[in-house]
């Protein structure tokens, strides 16, 4: 896992590998207020963005979720939310496994989870040996425009 700002990505690029920092440029070189949620594509399937817009709720209507095949670069454009972080580095109880249709696997039960306060501009990357919880409520409910981008590992 990896958190920063966008206002800081001259700086974080020489550390970052050139797929991550496609998706990072697409992040500061695109006028996200204009675009429609959904899927744009950056390199086909290989890196995509995945533009949200949705109302944050209490973490614990939220699922901790892991991926194996794709990284996220979670960016908020506007709006606050808390992510869950943990690292998959211990048992966790998987209640649905999608690995191979979706890319995706949910835990009932994460261990040593870390709150990540996430406001505009700021982005967290998720590798597949992190587990996070997207979308839960800073100090209280609130819409977030947000963009995840899914690099292909």
Known sequence: MYL???ATLDRDA????ENVRKGLDFLARTDIASLPAG???IEGDS???LIQDYDTAPKAEKR???HARYMDIQYVFAGREVIGYAPLATEHTVEEDLFEGRDVRFYSNVTDETDLLMGPGAYALFYPT???RPGCAAETAGKVRKVVVKVLL
């Open 4 to 6: 920063s700002h966008l």
């Open 64 to 66: 901790p979720e892991s």
């Open 14 to 17: 020489a550390i970052l590998p």
């Open 47 to 49: 890196i995509f963005a």
């Open 130 to 132: 992190d587990i996070h």
């Open 39 to 41: 899927r744009v594509d």
